[in-house]
C-alpha cells in the first residue's frame, strides 16, 4: 500500500499562486489513480481533481476548471497540484489520495489511502 505525504501549502494573497506536492511511498505508485481534494472548516470534503495512472485523462470541480492543474511524474512517484489566481474560497486543508477504483474518482470514499493534509488560506 502506498503512503502519502502532501507539501506546498501556505499564505498566499488572492490571486497569487501555490503549487502542491504529494510524495508516494512504495513502487506501485503508477498502479493508483490519484485525487486531490479540500476541506474546509464546518464543510466536507470535496473533490478539486484527479488524474489516470498514466497522466492522459484528467478531471477537475467546477470550481477549479481553469485555474488549477494537476499532474503526476510516475518516475518521482509524485503528483501535483498547480493552482493559480487564487481566492479566498479555496482556502482549506488539502488532502491527496490514491484510489484503485475504475470509476467515480470524486468520490472520497472511493479512496483508501489518504496523506495528512497541508493548510492552503487565500488572503482577500
Do not use: H
Amino acid at each position: 500500500q502506498v503512503q502519502l505525504v502532501e507539501s506546498g501549502g501556505g499564505l498566499v494573497q488572492a490571486g497569487g499562486s501555490l503549487r502542491l506536492s504529494c510524495a508516494a511511498s512504495g513502487r506501485t505508485f503508477s498502479s493508483y489513480v490519484m485525487g486531490w481534494f479540500r476541506q474546509a472548516p464546518g464543510k466536507e470534503r470535496e473533490f478539486v481533481a484527479a488524474v489516470s495512472r498514466n497522466g492522459l485523462r484528467i478531471y477537475y470541480a467546477d470550481s477549479v476548471k481553469g485555474r488549477f492543474t494537476i499532474s503526476r511524474d510516475n518516475a518521482k512517484n509524485t503528483v501535483y497540484l498547480q493552482m493559480d489566481s487564487l481566492k479566498p474560497e479555496d482556502t482549506a486543508v488539502y488532502y491527496c489520495a490514491a484510489t484503485t477504483f475504475p470509476t467515480s474518482w470524486d468520490t472520497p470514499r472511493r479512496y483508501d489511502t489518504w496523506g495528512q493534509g497541508t493548510q492552503v488560506t487565500v488572503s482577500s
